[in-house]
Every structure is written in C-alpha cells, then in structure tokens.
C-alpha cells in the first residue's frame, strides 16, 4: 500500500471528513466504500485498510433521521394536509408513509456521518 497516496487525500478538515462519510465514502481516504450492506460497515477500507467494524454510531443516526423527518413532516402537514378535505386516514397513512421514506433514505448518510465524527475525534478507542 503506498503511503504518499493515501496522505494526498487524508482529510483536511471535519467538513471534509464529515461530507465524505455522508456520501457512504471512506472519511479517511474518501476512495474506499464505508458499508457493505445498508447499515453495516466494512471490515476494513479497499483503499486505506481503516478497520471500520468497531467504530460505532450508536443511536445517533436513528436520533438524526427521526428528527429531520419529523421536521419535514410538520411542513408538510401545514402546507398540504391542514385544511385538505381528505379523511384523517388517509392524512395519517400519507404522512407515515413519507416519514418512514425520509427516515430509511437518510439513515445511510447520517450514520456515515456520525462514524466520520466518531473517527475524527479518535473517539474509537472510548467505545466499549
């Protein structure tokens, strides 16, 4: 593995790293792939051999996705729903359904992102 490769694309900053683990990329080398699987991490990076398997996001990413869903949920309800003459079930099976959509798209990127934050501030080695 040459070193020089990987040191031209270690990360400068934390937007740097934090924007590459939300596009599922490597944050340390921004070459390799992040997950293998929807939310489960690589063993280790294609690119720069990170181990990424016992870094740990917890529930903060589920806390992120809930929160912007919920979010956009209360826009949407004001803006289309509130005064809409459509039975209440269908309202609430609607906006379920867009929160469950936003909620399953982001989760990848905001766990990324976290993992990122995790690994930026060396805070693997704290994780039990």
Sequence with gaps: MS???FKD???NTLWSALSRG???KCPRCSQGRLFQSYLKPVHNCSNCDKKWDTVRADLAPAWASMTLSAHVIVVVY???FFD???????TTSALIAIAALISLLSLPSFKGLF???VWWNRMEAQQG
Excluded: R
Aim: aromatic share 18%; proline share 9%.
């Design 78 to 80: 004001h803006f289309f």
């Design 22 to 24: 939300a596009l599922l």
């Design 9 to 11: 694309n270690f990360p």
């Design 3 to 5: 070193h020089s490769k």
């Design 84 to 90: 809409a003459p459509i039975a209440n079930w269908i």
């Design 115 to 117: 993992m990122a934050l």
